[in-house]
């Protein structure tokens, strides 16, 4: 019995090295990377509205919803068409 509980074991141990290396690898690439993900992201928004589109920063969070990873996006600001008349943006958020 104690020889199938230390395999159980090393497998989940092996099983949460696994994870932990790529968490560590996709954060390591959104940090290197975070200017382009930023412009590519605003492009796309961009493309779907009739409007601009800014972010300011971009955060990965992965403890908050583990094993899920989280972004978080800081300081975005949504001006629409009218935003020359009215000078408020659509939609603001810190």
Do not use: C, W
């Amino acid at each position: 019995m104690h020889k199938y509980l230390r395999k159980i074991l090393k497998f989940f141990i092996v099983l949460v090295t696994i994870l932990m290396v790529l968490y560590a690898i996709v954060f390591i690439y959104v940090s290197a990377n975070k200017k382009k993900i930023i412009k590519q992201v605003t492009d796309e928004i961009s493309k779907k509205l009739s409007g601009n589109v800014s972010i300011g920063d971009v955060e990965m969070s992965f403890f908050t919803h583990f094993p899920h990873v989280s972004v978080l996006l800081h300081d975005v600001t949504v001006t629409d068409t009218m935003f020359l008349q009215h000078h408020h943006p659509f939609f603001r958020v810190d």
